[in-house]
């Protein structure tokens, strides 16, 4: 039943964007915030003609027969934008896979020992697909922040959000710059990997290069702890080769000061086209009172999401490392 609901809603979401698409004579992913605007508001925009008007109502109107849950509006929503991001130019204009997401959850709450409120922050937001993943599943009521400087990702971000009935604070600005929120508890984000073009900003960071343009997956961990509280979690998505890069050396020292490395999941080799864009799932503790290196990180090779069984032994394995591991939030 509720694979159906994702194919009805991506159905309907489809058709609409694709309506104004034709219209508009503009690209998917621009379209589809004005589709998801549409849906969220129940009417069709007046800067649209009379009959795109009238096709777009019939199709709200069976759309607004069937009430979806916000996992069923974040995987339809997710097909839509991976349908717009199909031969995409922009590299960032990429989506966590759902395994991922579904993987952090289970980290995230798998690190939480309380009952309260926990406060969340992902600095690279894009569509808000792996945030809002993490908010489906979590356990704690959740305060949320978001930071994205592409505005189409953003829109589609904040609109994702609001039909799911998220809340989140999102911010429209380059990620690397300061920001006016408190420390939270967690951060979650799939690390943007390239190089950094503002130097100036850069300079501020212990991780800057000392020369040319510095690694903005480096600058993004540098930031992530920076504001996260002291005993705060992060858990990223990054590229393989992040600890045998030309400036691995200075990240290396700087974790050291700053973090425990808490674990490195890395994911299935068969998930990816080639070796060189592999990536692995990084757990860091910033250091904090109190706070101890893992006797024995959790160090996890993971088998094909395909192969059942060898997950669930997997799964079972990582259950057990966390019950002797005593750093949680509480």
């Known amino acids: 039943m509720e694979q159906s609901n994702v194919e009805k809603l991506f ?27 549409i849906l969220l508001s129940d009417e069709a925009r007046d800067e649209l003609d009379d009959i795109t008007k009238r096709k777009i109502t019939k199709l709200v ?15 339809a929503i997710g097909l839509s934008i991976l349908k ?8 960032q204009h990429l989506m966590t896979p759902d395994t991922v997401s579904l993987l952090i959850s289970y980290l995230v709450n ?38 994205e400087v592409d505005q189409t990702l953003i829109e589609i971000a904040v609109l994702n959000a609001n039909l799911q009935r998220r809340e989140v604070s999102f911010y429209h600005q380059d990620s690397l710059r300061p920001f006016l929120i408190e420390p939270v508890d967690m951060v979650v984000t799939d690390l943007p990997v390239g ?12 991780l800057k290069s000392d020369e040319g343009h510095s ?22 998505v990054i590229p393989e080769f992040l600890f045998e890069s030309d400036q691995s050396d200075k ?30 799932v990084l757990i860091l503790q910033k250091k904090g009172k109190g706070t101890k290196e893992p006797k024995q990180p959790l160090l996890v090779q993971l088998p094909s999401f395909k192969n059942a069984r060898a997950m669930a032994d997997i799964v079972e394995q990582m259950n057990q490392w966390f019950t002797s591991y005593p750093n949680r939030i509480k």
């Open 195 to 206: 190089y950094y073009p503002d130097d100036v900003t850069a300079g501020e960071y212990q």
């Open 251 to 280: 990240l290396h020292a700087f974790l050291h000061e700053k973090a425990h490395i808490v674990g490195v999941i890395r994911l299935p080799e068969t998930s990816f086209k080639s070796k060189n864009q592999a990536k692995s």
């Open 215 to 236: 690694y903005s997956h480096h600058l993004f961990i540098e930031q992530s702890l920076k504001y996260l509280k002291d005993s705060g979690f992060f858990v990223g």
């Open 61 to 75: 109107q069976t759309f607004n027969e069937v009430e979806f849950d916000a996992e069923t509006y974040r995987k």
């Open 110 to 147: 798998k690190l939480i020992d309380k009952k309260g409120q926990v406060t969340i922050f992902d600095p690279a937001s894009g569509t808000a697909n792996l945030l809002t993943a993490v908010l489906n599943q979590m356990e704690n009521p959740v305060k949320a922040y978001a930071s």
């Open 84 to 91: 717009g991001m199909k031969g995409a130019a922009q590299p």
């Open 11 to 37: 159905k309907c979401i489809d058709e609409v964007t694709e309506i104004i698409q034709s219209a508009k004579e503009e690209i998917y992913l621009e379209s589809l915030i004005l589709s998801l605007d």
